[in-house]
T-cell receptor, first 111, second 116 residues
C-alpha cells in the first residue's frame, strides 16, 4: 500500500527550511528517503529503522515515529543542489525488502 | 559504495517486438533485485522482486507473461518486455541492496522505453 506524502511540492529560497512528511497505514520496518533529479535514477539519502536513531545526510535529517507510522524529512538551510523530487519508500514489517514509494514531493530551491 | 549498472539507458522499439533490459550489481552480490516502473512525474511502482535461482515474485496487476524476469546469477537480473505496445512505454528502474540494511537500496540508472 502506497504511503502518503505531503506536500506535493514546495518552493524554497536558498537557506530556508522545509519539512516533507510520509505516513503509512501499515506497520513499518523501515522508511527510506530518496532524491531524484529530472531524468535520473533516485539516489538514496537515508534509512530510518524501527527502533533506530534519527538519521542525517549533510544538512538533511529525518525522523521516524513508529507509533504513528510516520516519517518526516527536514531540509535545513536548503541549498540549490537540494532541488529535486523526494520520495519516501516504506518497508512493511511483513514484506521485508519490498519498498512502496510515496507519490513524491517536488522541491525547488531558488537563489 | 554499491553500484548497479542498468543497460540500455534508452531504447525505441516497434510495437510487437520484445526488449530486454539488464541490471547488474557491479561490486556486490545481490540475491534479490527489484524492478520498478515510473511514469512521467509519477512515483515508482514496484513491479516484481527478482530472486536469484528461483521465480520472480510479481506485484498484483503485473502480467508475468508480459514482463519476464530472469535472475540467472548473483549479479545479473534481466527484464524482458514481450510483445511491447505503446502503453508499455515508461521508465524502468532496477534496484538492489548491498546487503547492509542501513545502506538502503541502490538504483540503476534506468531505462527509458519508447514503443512506437
Amino acid at each position: 500500500q502506497q504511503p502518503v506524502q505531503s506536500p506535493q511540492a514546495v518552493i524554497l529560497r536558498e537557506g530556508e527550511d522545509a519539512v516533507i512528511n510520509c505516513s503509512s497505514s501499515k506497520a513499518l520496518y523501515s522508511v527510506h528517503w530518496y532524491r531524484q533529479k529530472h531524468g535520473e535514477a533516485p539516489v538514496f539519502l537515508m534509512i530510518l529503522l524501527k527502533g533506530g536513531e534519527q538519521m542525517r545526510h549533510e544538512k538533511i535529517s529525518a525522523s521516524f515515529n513508529e507509533k504513528k507510522q510516520q516519517s518526516s524529512l527536514y531540509l535545513t538551510a536548503s541549498q540549490l543542489s537540494y532541488s529535486g523530487t523526494y520520495f519516501c519508500g516504506t518497508e512493511g514489517a511483513d514484506s521485508w525488502g519490498k519498498l512502496q514509494f510515496g507519490a513524491g514531493t517536488q522541491v525547488v530551491v531558488t537563489p | 559504495g554499491a553500484v548497479v549498472s542498468q543497460h540500455p539507458s534508452r531504447v525505441i522499439c516497434k510495437s510487437g517486438t520484445s526488449v530486454k533490459i539488464e541490471c547488474r550489481s557491479l561490486d556486490f552480490q545481490a540475491t534479490t533485485m527489484f524492478w520498478y516502473r515510473q511514469f512521467p512525474k509519477k512515483s515508482l511502482m514496484l513491479m516484481a522482486t527478482s530472486n536469484e535461482g528461483s521465480k520472480a515474485t510479481y506485484e498484483q496487476g503485473v502480467e508475468k507473461d508480459k514482463f519476464l524476469i530472469n535472475h540467472a546469477s548473483l549479479t545479473l537480473s534481466t527484464l524482458t518486455v514481450t510483445s511491447a505496445h505503446p502503453e508499455d512505454s515508461s521508465f524502468y528502474i532496477c534496484s538492489a541492496s548491498g546487503g547492509k540494511g542501513i545502506d538502503g537500496y541502490t538504483f540503476g540508472s534506468g531505462t527509458r522505453l519508447t514503443v512506437v
